[in-house]
């Protein structure tokens, strides 16, 4: 394994050293990377030590959370979540609670666990986007717990246990009552959502998983891993139906369009794949890939490690690309013919930008 990468990125944390190749290290290592979720006019930001919404016609901020100043016992790096209704956004935090705030204000409507009675700690951080389904609300943490919450942030069924930390939000296919959860310990789960009970447990797949996986209508399952591998499993019983080799680890989920997968490595290696695991095409960007590839109708994006933004058809020929301040590590996100980024260490801490590769507006955080 490539440590000295892994620890470039930095979102290691330090609970991992006991798990990953005794890889503790002493750098100073940021502790995560910007959430975006994109809302009709509205973008909710979370970053470091705010939750930010901001006015996406123009970039200027709505409202922050905490609205005074920082806590320092509080930070944020899991993009928010809106539940169905619109009426909730639920973030995790760092501090070990899941938030609801309302979202035209920013106020506290509930918090998982409950300060005043509720006895459940959750002994480490949300640093996956929780899944907010008609049925609840289902949130991974870096303890190995699963929370199930109803959307008064009470529990629904006793936490599904796993022995290492889970860092990818779940999954669900819409057609059986299915959760499908990453791993670090090397395993993709299947969880009944009303009850929490194990369904099935894949094989060892040889790595960790940090990656949400990906599912497509013929029952299969995509996901990557530290082993340096893609592979493909059958959502009803987790056996796997064909492995990948990529050139580095794949921290970035594989969305599927039109019988093709999509994603990047920490190589910088771009790969297409049919979804029988044949290559169709692969690209090498100029760093490290980790987020997921927004995919449109006629194009795909992706950024990188050195804050290039990559724009290039489904085929794989390239349209443009250009360069921003900062590390991209986050997906880049769209709403109708805008680009929303969010750069780590940059200007701004999100930025808007034409199909075209044209700046609209950058969001600075306020002073």
């Known amino acids: 394994m490539k440590i000295s990468r892994f620890l470039l990125l930095g979102f290691l944390l330090i609970i991992t050293a006991s798990f990953l190749s005794g890889c503790t290290g002493g750098s100073s290592l940021p502790s995560g990377w910007p959430g975006l979720l994109v809302d009709q006019n509205t973008g909710y930001l979370a970053d470091n030590a705010f939750v930010y919404a901001v006015n996406l016609e123009n970039g200027s901020l709505k409202w922050k959370y905490p609205a005074d100043k920082a806590d320092k016992g509080k930070s944020f790096f ?6 169905e209704d619109g009426k ?33 700690k959750a002994a480490d951080r949300y640093i996956a986007s929780p899944l907010v389904t008609s049925q609840g609300i289902f949130a991974p943490n870096a303890d190995g717990f699963l929370y199930a919450l109803d959307l008064d942030g009470n529990q629904l069924w006793p936490p599904f246990q796993n022995p290492q930390p889970l860092w990818a939000q779940p999954v669900t296919d819409g ?9 670090m310990d090397h395993h993709l789960y ?15 797949l040889g790595a960790a998983v940090v990656a949400a996986p990906t599912y497509d209508d013929t029952g299969t399952l995509f996901v990557g891993t530290f082993g340096n591998e893609m592979l493909a499993l059958d959502s009803a019983t987790g056996e796997i139906k064909w492995r990948f080799s990529t050139t580095d680890w794949v921290w970035s989920s594989a969305p599927q369009e039109n019988e093709a997968i999509y994603f990047g490595d920490l190589n910088g290696a771009f790969f297409a794949l049919t979804t029988s695991g044949i290559p ?15 995919l449109t109708k006629d194009q795909l994006f992706f950024g990188t490690e050195n804050g290039s ?10 349209a443009w690309n250009t360069t921003v301040s900062g590390k991209v590590y986050s997906p880049i996100l769209a709403s109708g013919d805008t680009l929303y980024v969010t750069p ?10 034409t199909t075209a590769g044209s700046i609209k507006w950058s969001f600075v955080a306020p002073k």
């Open 309 to 318: 933004i990559y724009a290039m058809d489904h085929e794989g020929n390239p």
């Open 175 to 183: 057609q059986c009552k299915c959760l499908y959860v990453s791993s």
């Open 78 to 83: 899991a993009a928010p979540v809106l539940t």
């Open 280 to 294: 169709k095409w692969n690209k090498q960007a100029d760093g490290v890939i980790t987020g997921t590839p927004l």
């Open 190 to 204: 299947a969880v009944d959502e009303t009850t929490g009970k194990q369904i099935w447990q894949s094989q060892d």
């Open 88 to 120: 909730q956004l639920i973030v995790g935090g760092y501090d070990r609670v899941l938030y609801s705030l309302d979202p035209n204000t920013g106020g506290v409507l509930w918090t998982f666990p409950r300060t005043d009675k509720d006895p459940v």
């Open 344 to 353: 780590s260490e940059g200007d701004a801490l999100l930025i808007a930008m």
